[in-house]
T-cell receptor, first 115, second 114 residues
Framework: AQKITQTQPGMFVQEKEAVTLDCTYD???????LFWYKQPSSGEMIFLIYQGSYDEQNATEGRYSLNFQKARKSANLVISASQLGDSAMYFCAMREASGTYKYIFGTGTRLKVLA | NAGVTQTPKFQVLKTGQSMTLQCAQDMNHNSMYWYRQDPGMGLRLIYYSASEGTTDKGEVPNGYNVSRLNKREFSLRLESAAPSQTSVYFC?????????????FGEGSRLTVL
């Protein structure tokens, strides 16, 4: 069965520094997608970045990059040059491509950026 | 540019009452989902509908029913609300995974059961 694990309930980072949020996953499928979402205190879910299991290069979107290590089944989110507005809850998610299209989420990491 | 619209945004129920959360998307997506979010638990899938006319159970379906009314609408019903169903509920939709297949979320519905 699919499973997403985020082992860091909370993280602190100094403004302008980089931070890595950990995510490991478990699946028996060869084809799957990995996603990161941001949830600010206002509550909406904001899509950040996507990585396909067959993508050979790590995904990047502006200050966000996904450090994809397929053999280790990890999909860590790296935020460079942190800003105060990055303070939020971050969720890692996975979708298996075979059949059901279910999306499974981790428990999230709360990031606080310090001035 | 509406995207995914959920109603109501807030609701307070008494134990045993029933209610329906409505969700509609205007992006012509095939798949729709209902999640609940509880502190420390992340988002847990209640039910989903991979296409019009089909629905399937997710991780936590007990106490809920769903209806995929048409391609646009996917409702979640609580027949007899319990305090354990106090939560924030999110509806989401996605296109089939021919593209990135990201989930598009509604703004959430905060439900309190007394």
């Amino acid at each position: 069965a699919q499973k997403i694990t985020q082992t860091q309930p909370g993280m602190f980072v100094q403004e302008k520094e980089a931070v890595t949020l950990d995510c490991t996953y478990d699946t028996s499928d060869q084809s799957y997608g990995l996603f990161w979402y941001k949830q600010p205190s206002s509550g909406e879910m904001i899509f950040l970045i996507y990585q396909g299991s067959y993508d050979e290069q790590n995904a990047t979107e502006g200050r966000y990059s996904l450090n994809f290590q397929k053999a280790r089944k990890s999909a860590n989110l790296v935020i460079s040059a942190s800003q105060l507005g990055d303070s939020a809850m971050y969720f890692c998610a996975m979708r298996e491509a075979s059949g059901t299209y279910k999306y499974i989420f981790g428990t999230g990491t709360r990031l606080k950026v310090l001035a | 540019n509406a995207g995914v619209t959920q109603t109501p945004k807030f609701q307070v129920l008494k134990t045993g009452q029933s209610m329906t959360l409505q969700c509609a998307q205007d992006m012509n997506h095939n798949s729709m989902y209902w999640y609940r979010q509880d502190p420390g638990m992340g988002l847990r899938l209640i039910y989903y509908s991979a296409s019009e006319g089909t629905t399937d159970k997710g991780e936590v379906p007990n106490g809920y029913n769903v209806s995929r009314l048409n391609k646009r609408e996917f409702s979640l019903r609580l027949e007899s609300a319990a305090p354990s169903q106090t939560s924030v509920y999110f509806c989401a939709s996605s296109q089939d995974p021919s593209n990135t297949g990201e989930l598009f979320f509604g703004e959430g519905s905060r439900l309190t059961v007394l």
